[in-house]
């Protein structure tokens, strides 16, 4: 199981996140990046790699 974060000290809400991700996991809410459907990230990262804020990390539990 993986559990996607994100800081939204470091979150800009630029979106790159809810786009790239293939399981829908992101959506913006007040300007920033959610995981609202968390349970299903599937932990490709892809979400990591487009954040330039470095504001998402995925962890494996």
Do not use: R, W
Request: aromatic residues 4%.
């Amino acid at each position: 199981m993986f559990v996607p974060k994100v800081d939204h000290e470091k979150c800009t809400g630029c979106g790159e996140c809810v786009e790239v991700c293939p399981a829908d996991v992101y959506e913006l809410q007040d300007e920033k990046s959610v995981p609202v459907n968390a349970d299903e990230c599937i932990g490709c990262e892809s979400c990591v790699e487009v954040c330039e804020s470095g504001a998402i990390t995925v962890e494996e539990t």
